[in-house]
T-cell receptor, first 110, second 114 residues
Framework: EDQVTQSPEALRLQEGESSSLNCSYT??????LFWYRQDPGKGPEFLFT???AGEEKEKERLKATLTKKESFLHITAPKPEDSATYLC???????????FGRGTSLIVHP | DAGVTQSPTHLIKTRGQQVTLRCSPK?????VSWYQQALGQGPQFIFQ???????QRGNFPDRFSGHQFPNYSSELNVNALLLGDSALYLC?????????????FGPGTRLLVL
């Protein structure tokens, strides 16, 4: 059974204070790992897809990396508007159906 | 380019009733997936529709059923509602066999069962 663990559950940062979010996963035959951002009461917003260990992708202040067992979402010099829940979701097999973690709730204080 | 749309945005039902939620996929997408997200949890996969057929199903009872129409839009039906069905219901669309089959989500329908 696919398993996903995100840590920490919650993270409070000061504006400009860089940090990383962790996603540990156990899936059979990783086909892709997805990162989403979700604001309260809204649908998840797609950020990145990573396909193989060693791959990195960047978007503004966010950078996602992937190893065989973990993915990290690095946030550089965050701003208050980066406050949201960040969801990690690896997909296995031929289905590309992602299994979502519980997310990391990020709050960035001005 | 219209994204994924869902209706209604909010819904209140009582136990035992039936509900239908609707989803229109992102332009150009042919696959629709439905998820249930309880408060404080990640989305849980209900099922996926492609070519008007259920292609995959998660661990949800038969009270949850769906349909996909020729224009790729989709409905989620839930019968005999339980209090535990209260959640945010998310629709996601993707392009089958597209690059990574990345799923794009709609805004969700908030269902409250009293």
């Amino acid at each position: 059974e696919d398993q996903v663990t995100q840590s920490p559950e919650a993270l409070r940062l000061q504006e400009g204070e860089s940090s990383s979010l962790n996603c540990s996963y156990t899936v059979s035959g990783l086909r892709g790992l997805f990162w989403y951002r979700q604001d309260p009461g809204k649908g998840p917003e797609f950020l990145f897809t990573l396909y193989s260990a060693g791959e990195e992708k960047e978007k503004e202040r966010l950078k996602a990396t992937l190893t065989k067992k973990e993915s990290f979402l690095h946030i550089t010099a965050p701003k208050p508007e980066d406050s949201a829940t960040y969801l990690c979701a690896p997909a296995s097999g031929g289905s590309y159906i992602p299994t979502f973690g519980r997310g990391t709730s990020l709050i960035v204080h001005p | 380019d219209a994204g994924v749309t869902q209706s209604p945005t909010h819904l209140i039902k009582t136990r035992g009733q039936q509900v239908t939620l609707r989803c229109s996929p992102k332009s150009g997408h042919d696959t629709v997936s439905w998820y249930q997200q309880a408060l404080g949890q990640g989305p849980q996969f209900i099922f996926q529709y492609y070519e008007e057929e259920e292609r995959q199903r998660g661990n949800f009872p038969d009270r949850f059923s769906g349909h996909q129409f020729p224009n790729y839009s989709s409905e989620l039906n839930v019968n005999a509602l339980l209090l535990g069905d209260s959640a945010l219901y998310l629709c996601a669309s993707s392009l089958s066999r597209g690059v990574g089959e990345t799923q794009y989500f709609g805004p969700g329908t908030r269902l409250l069962v009293l």
